[in-house]
């Protein structure tokens, strides 16, 4: 199977296995959340870090990251092309020198993003009846399946609703020039504001709140997991009523042991008399 | 070994964005001495790479490099223009360590 296939039918079975339809996804990342054991996060990170998969094959965990950016379908996409990644097992060396670029694995996982994400079918539910497509049905598709318009009308096209040279036109359309257009800049402003914020993998961030509460995971701790201060952290738990009952050890470290008084020249005399 | 404990603890003060004075503070541990520990040019006993661990989020394992997950761990990555990729690297393995350390102290996944 050449890797456009193989990326599409593993869009359509990832649609078919969790029942969703042909219907836009909305937030993606507690989507892939609860539909896989794949724990999500997204974190601020350097330039040009779009998003990373780690796996622990001896404790078979996974964990993904993207970018925290203020290009929401931009960071829909990556996270799309980090899950195709591990649902296909692209898996590198962590040492690897290169993140090596091979491009099947590559092809495959964007052909799976954008089929996951703008399936053929949804397009044509959304668009039926239109004796043709033009630039507002660019932006409904963008709007309502909350991908790139290059993305879109890569879907478009290879769904055969818009010929090659209007997918040619509308490649380099950009999402708020679309909302600015068409009236819904406000919705823009608001998606791009949520991608622009970290996000703590939420499995273990709860798991971590429960050290917390039984005292073998410290506040910064969870603080460095969230991203915020330990007084703000401090000031949710309270709110929320998270407080770690007091330790049941009373002495935890040597410097808290009491000094304890205690006389030994008994001792001194015992040891003088013979045993009887 | 006792240098690469320094930079583990350098790249923990970092993450947890603390300077040395504060973790100093928070570990009850003079600053010239933390100083040194950094530096290698002093060993870091149990205790104090505890409290150092404590005080900045880092597991114990991260910090003396006992762990053995970064030798094992595999990833897939996507960067443009070459990025390094060191900082969503280190991340996402300290998710990996600190998801070990709970499976180590038996706090299980909730339902």
């Known amino acids: 199977m050449i890797a456009e296939e193989e990326g599409k039918a593993a869009a359509e079975e990832f649609r078919r296995r969790h029942r969703l339809g042909h219907q836009p996804l909305g937030d993606l990342v507690a989507l892939i959340e609860q539909t896989t054991d794949i724990d999500v996060a997204v974190l601020d990170v350097a330039r040009d870090e779009h998003g990373m998969a780690m796996r622990d094959p001896e404790r078979d965990r996974v964990f993904l990251a993207v970018a925290r950016t203020p290009h929401p379908m931009r960071q829909r996409s990556s996270l799309a092309h980090e899950l195709a990644h591990v649902l296909f097992g692209d898996w590198n060396d962590l040492n690897e020198d290169e993140w090596a670029r091979r491009d099947r694995d590559e092809i495959r996982a964007d052909t799976f993003a954008r089929h996951l994400l703008a399936p053929e079918e949804g397009l044509k539910d959304v668009l039926a009846g239109r004796p043709s497509v033009d630039l507002a049905d660019l932006s409904a598709v963008v709007q309502r399946f909350l991908v790139s318009p290059a993305m879109a009308s890569i879907a478009l096209h290879q769904a055969g609703l818009i010929d090659g040279e209007r997918k040619a036109d509308w490649m380099s359309v950009s999402t708020p020039a679309l909302a600015a257009r068409f009236g819904w800049t406000d919705q823009y402003r608001a998606l791009a504001d949520e991608a622009n914020r970290t996000r703590a993998p939420q499995r273990l961030l709860a798991r971590a709140v429960q050290g917390y509460l039984e005292h073998v995971v410290s506040l910064r701790a969870l603080a460095r997991l969230r991203g915020v201060t330990e007084e703000s952290l401090q000031a949710d738990l309270l709110e929320a009523g998270l407080v770690p009952p007091a330790p049941e050890v009373r002495w935890a470290a040597p410097r808290d042991i009491p000094q304890v008084e205690f006389d030994l020249s008994g001792l001194e005399e015992d040891a003088g008399d013979p045993p009887e | ?111």
């Open chain 2, 1 to 111: 070994m006792t240098n690469s404990i320094g930079e583990a603890i350098e790249r923990a003060v970092t993450a947890a964005k603390m300077s040395q004075r504060a973790l100093a503070n928070a570990t009850e541990i003079s600053q010239p001495t933390l100083s040194r520990i950094i530096s290698g040019e002093r060993a870091a006993k149990l205790p104090e790479i505890m409290a150092i661990a404590w005080a900045t989020g880092a597991t114990v394992a991260e910090l003396t490099g006992a762990s053995r997950v970064s030798d094992r761990a595999q990833c897939v990555a996507r960067a443009t223009n070459d990025a390094s990729m060191s900082h969503i690297r280190e991340a996402l393995l300290h998710f990996l360590e600190l998801d070990a350390y709970l499976d180590d102290q038996a706090i299980p996944s909730p339902a």
